[in-house]
């Protein structure tokens, strides 16, 4: 399985993004797909995840401004981020996963989002 990630770049606060992560390979139809985060000196944080079936969940810090969402049919998981803050800035990673997790976990290389004016 892989997972290609793009869409990062520099962007004002208050500006907006759109990530995108295609995953490739024998992937199962029922998984997780989702987005982490992180920032320098800091642990890899959960942003935002999906549900095969299309159930979003979200990071507190990001409810409201982010919106995940998904291609079955292409396997894709969408990250559109609105009204950035500098906090924001981090390298992005797409992820996949499926039962059982601790076999089934797969992560993209990572895209930089940086927030600043």
């Known amino acids: 399985v892989q997972l290609q990630a793009s869409g990062g770049g520099l962007v004002q606060p208050g500006g907006s993004l759109r990530l995108s992560c295609a995953a490739s390979?024998?992937?199962?139809?029922?998984?997780?797909m989702g987005w982490y985060r992180q920032a320098p000196g800091k642990e890899r944080e959960l942003v935002a995840r999906i549900s095969s079936g299309g159930s979003p969940g979200y990071a507190d810090s990001v409810k409201g401004r982010f919106t995940i969402s998904r291609d079955n049919g292409k396997n894709t998981v969408y990250l559109q981020m609105n009204s950035l803050k500098t906090e924001d800035t981090a390298v992005y990673f797409c992820n996949v996963r499926w039962q059982p997790y601790w076999e089934y976990n797969y992560w993209g290389q990572g895209t930089l989002v940086t927030v600043s004016s």
């Open positions: 390979g024998s992937i199962s139809s029922i998984n997780i």
